[in-house]
């Protein structure tokens, strides 16, 4: 069983549609969670990260960190389709421990 | 431009073949991170330096190695080569002393595409 698992999709909406991405986790140890957005043909970009559990909310993004389910999310508000990319969350215990292990990441489409 | 900037863009090789992948992190930063994405597996975390040094060790293959140099730039040799090394390799850096699990980030480069015939 892999640490992260996330749906690879893919997600198709129509624009203006809420957007719901997920992700679950094992390790216990992870306190640092991140989502990041890669377009086609280029690296990933960091779009948000949280601490431990909780709400964090960036414009029309809202990231959600449930540490007693290991479960984590991501929701995006009326959709655009140059939210079109793939979406992956990452974790790490922080503390000084680098490594960041992501998700295989959500392939997402927002249709116009 | 994410700062990160990674050469080349694509390379196709032959089994059995050595290619070097190359990496210059954004100014100011002192980690480089390797990562691996293929379609299957996703990100893999291979292999961190920190101003030269070795600071963290993933799923790296033993026929795979990687050093970072006094200017910081990064070199990730792959060796005897296979079919299965064929994916996008990612190279990335951070600006917080190398904490970059708490939060920070990484800023990542483009990649560089390998393929493997």
């Known amino acids: 069983q892999k640490e992260v698992e996330q749906d690879p999709g893919p997600l198709s909406v129509p624009e203006g549609a809420i957007v719901s991405l997920n992700c679950t986790y094992s390790n216990s140890a992870f306190q640092y969670f991140m989502w990041y957005r890669q377009y086609s043909r280029k690296g990933p970009e960091l779009l948000m990260y949280?601490?431990?559990?909780g709400n964090k909310e960036d414009g029309r993004f809202t990231a959600q960190v449930d540490k007693s389910s290991k479960y984590i999310s991501l929701f995006i508000r009326d959709s655009q389709p140059s939210d079109s990319a793939t979406y992956l969350c990452a974790m790490s215990r922080g503390g000084g421990y680098q490594k960041v292990t992501f998700g295989i990441g959500t392939k997402l489409q927002v249709i116009p | 431009d994410s700062g990160v900037t990674q050469t080349p863009k694509h390379l196709i090789t032959a089994t059995g073949q050595r290619v070097t992948l190359r990496c210059s992190p954004r100014s100011g930063d002192l980690s480089v991170y390797w990562y691996q994405q293929s379609l299957d597996q996703g990100l893999q975390f291979l292999i961190q330096y920190y101003n030269g040094e070795e600071r963290a060790k993933g799923n790296i293959l033993e026929r795979f190695s990687a050093q970072q140099f006094p200017d910081l730039h990064s070199e990730l040799n792959l060796s005897s080569l296979e079919l299965g090394d064929s994916a996008l390799y990612f190279c990335?850096?951070?600006?917080?002393?190398?904490?970059?699990?708490?939060?920070?980030?990484?800023?990542f480069g483009s990649g560089t595409r390998l393929t493997v015939v």
């Open positions: 949280t601490y431990s559990s």
């Open positions: 990335a850096s951070s600006a917080d002393r190398g904490r970059a699990g708490e939060g920070y980030g990484y800023t």
